[in-house]
């Protein structure tokens, strides 16, 4: 991945142009909608458009997201790529325009998953009330637990669902043939019971051929890690693997297991049964940093919806490439192989690359999930319009 961004001046001047856009925006906004504007009680206009006009449209206006997307020059500044973007060298932070952090906090209140930017907002009871962030300085009293999982910078944010919906979209289109992508949301178990019912009915309507399942879910309700595996299945036995090889990416190395790797074995369990522990071969890959407790929240490592969509997408090309490799190579020769197809995360000699550089890679990520999810509601809004479906759902 290309690692290239702008200088602060550039950010900071195109940050002030994003403001005069917005200033205007709601400018005519309240020209238009005065009987709305609950919130100016005294305020000058200038005050109030600078305090409160933002949250007041988006607390009168059905759409919210939409209706700003639809203005062309407040899409561009949203919908940025990377190259024009600024990161704090420190703790990895977008340089924002103060409105443009507003609009994703008020997004984020809003009870619809699809309208959240990932990663540009902080939670709810962190926001001021007109939706800035709060500093962690009026953080209440006994707030400690808070303080630690704030959640506050950029490259600690937990993914939203719109993420993982981005990586399962991309890895699904390499599916076909006899390689089938269960990248969904739920749990593995589910996905094993998958499998079971989708080979017994090949089964039932005459295929013989192996068939290659990639999957990509969270391990339980007990354990929400993601995790990955690659199923062999053969049609004429449905109740029974041919082969199982999973993937964790917590810091460890081969052949130490995981620590959610009694998750692994208890799914795969459940559904066939106790022998299948036997079965399963470890191609976890030491990617994520455990967090340590007291460490800044910004070094804290919550990618691992990143590795695990790429170590699907690399499993999902190895079985492309070549299935009898994948039925038939060791486990040490396949989890090479997948080193090869994950440039983000390895050098070309197969090395680890150094956590900076994975950081840095992830942060990029991070910004481009979010240009992704507001390029998909443009995208569908337009799609709305040209069917004649009315403006939005």
């Known amino acids: 991945m290309e690692q290239y961004t702008c200088t602060k001046e550039f950010a900071e001047a195109n940050n002030l142009f994003f403001e005069r856009i917005m200033y205007k925006f709601l400018r005519s906004w309240v020209n238009d ?5 609950l919130l100016r009680f005294d305020q000058s206009l200038d005050e109030y458009l600078a305090n409160d006009a933002l ?5 009168n206006t059905e759409h919210p997201v939409q209706k700003l997307l639809k203005d062309r020059l407040i899409t561009c500044h949203l919908g940025r790529r990377v190259e024009s973007v600024y990161f704090d060298p420190v703790n990895g932070d977008p340089l924002l325009a ?10 984020r209140r809003m009870d619809i998953e699809s309208m959240h930017i990932p990663f540009r907002s902080v939670h709810p009871n962190k926001q001021t009330p007109a939706g800035g962030t709060a500093d ?5 009293d006994g707030s400690e637990e808070l303080r630690y999982n704030s959640g506050n910078h950029f490259c600690s944010r937990p993914a939203s669902g719109n993420v993982f919906d981005e990586h399962s979209k991309h890895c699904t289109a390499k599916s076909g043939n006899d390689l089938h992508i269960l990248y969904k949301r739920g749990f593995l178990e589910e996905r094993l019971h998958d499998i079971k019912e989708q080979t017994a009915a090949m089964h039932a309507n005459g295929e013989t051929r192996l068939q290659y399942f990639v999957i990509c879910s969270r391990h339980s309700l007990q354990e929400g890690h993601f995790g990955v595996s690659l199923v062999i299945m053969d049609p004429s036995n449905p109740d029974f693997p041919r082969r199982v090889l999973v993937c964790d990416t917590l810091l460890k190395e081969l052949p130490h297991h995981p620590r ?3 998750h692994f074995v208890a799914e795969y369990s459940n559904v066939f049964g106790d022998a299948v522990a036997e079965l399963l071969e470890d191609l976890s890959h030491p990617l994520q940093k455990v967090n340590i407790k007291g460490d800044n929240p910004y070094r804290h490592d919550w990618d691992c919806p990143y590795y695990a969509a790429s170590m699907a997408d690399a499993l999902a090309d190895l079985v492309n490439a070549n299935p009898e490799f994948m039925l038939d190579g060791s486990a040490d020769e396949i989890h090479n192989a997948m080193k090869g197809l994950m440039p983000d995360y390895y050098q070309y000699n197969h ?3 150094g956590r900076q550089c994975i950081q840095e890679a992830n942060r990029l990520k991070r910004w481009k999930s979010g240009r992704a999810a507001i390029k998909d509601i443009v995208a569908e809004m337009r799609l709305r319009s040209r069917l004649n479906l009315g403006e939005f759902l």
């Open 260 to 262: 959610w790797w009694n």
């Open 136 to 140: 962690i300085s009026t953080y209440p």
């Open 351 to 353: 090395e680890i690359k």
């Open 33 to 37: 909608h005065d009987d709305e504007t």
């Open 98 to 107: 103060p409105t443009e952090q507003r609009i994703y906090n008020l997004a």
């Open 55 to 59: 949250r007041d449209f988006f607390l």
